[in-house]
């Protein structure tokens, strides 16, 4: 049984809506990027490497994907973001990776930014009953400042 959940970080910070981008690696060829940035939608009816349906990450990315008008048309699941880079490097499909992902991929892809697609996140501790709790609460608070620090940032 869980004792509680302390909100760690989320959309909000200090009471401001706070969205988060994540670009869209997609072969270079596709020519998506020609003018630095694309309208969200335009992303819609390409192939797509996508993680697991169900899983945490395609919940949040299908709302995203829906918020921004884009239907994707799913080429493969993976919950690997080697697996999606191969995905894009090969001409095959698109994929939506963490920026540090992107700068590393090879140069047949290119991290295009899509404007109009977010996303969101909200991240909780959960703590046992059982666990020392002025040990776990210096840790959630540790965490906390990091993730307002980063947020901020």
Known sequence: MLEHRTRLAGDAHRDRPRRRTLPAAAPREW???RDGAVQAD???GLPWALHHPGSSDATVMADAFRTAGILPRPLAYADDFEVFVDLVASGSAAALV????????PASTVAVDAIGLHFSRSLHALVSPTAPRAATDAVIEALRRAFERALAG
Do not use: C, G, M
Not at 98 to 105: Q, Y
């Open 98 to 105: 963490p920026e540090t992902v992107a700068n590393a991929a």
């Open 42 to 44: 335009a992303l819609s």
């Open 31 to 33: 020519d998506l990027h």
